[in-house]
């Protein structure tokens, strides 16, 4: 086996073989077709192609860009014109609070005020209402006080005067007013 390891080893040494047509290599052939197909395609403008396509989408991109920054500056100034009504609404919903409880206030205030006035008028109609009442009291005291004693006179009177003094005392009055008449 050492002498077959041998003679490989041998004719590793030896010159290869290597196939051609026309003169030419099969490295040659490849090196001709890539430089045929690339003549191929530059004579076609396939590079220009592609350059006028990615710069197409390079263009898209660009436009698509601008467009983006368009969209956000929109959405900026709209967010701040949010932020600006909703803080102007804030201010707004604020001053309505604050202008409610002064109003609350006033009329709290309004109505104890109220509520005074009318305990005042209801005491004075009281005090009206009880001194009318002690007025009519008093009123009917006297009439009562004044019936009693002209019915007590008339008691007395007709006790202590009889019909002779009574036709004296008319005759006298007649006359006095028949003077006065003179």
Sequence with gaps: MSEMLFLLAEGAGEAHYEPSALGLTATAWVSLAMLVFIGILIWKKVPALITSNLDKQIADIRTQLDEAKELRGEAEALRAEYEAKMASALTEAD???HRAEQEAESI?????????????????????????AERTAIADIREKVAN?????????????????????LVDSTISDLGNQLN
Excluded: W, Y
């Excluded at 309004?110 to 209801?122: H, I, M, S």
């Design 108 to 132: 709290l205030e309004q109505a104890k005020l109220d509520a005074t006035a009318l305990v005042e008028r209801r005491k004075k109609m009281a005090e009206d209402k009880i001194a009318s």
């Design 148 to 168: 009693a004693a002209s019915m007590a006179a008339a008691d007395l009177i007709g006790d202590v005067h009889d019909a002779s003094a009574d036709k004296a």
């Design 95 to 97: 001053d309505m609070k």
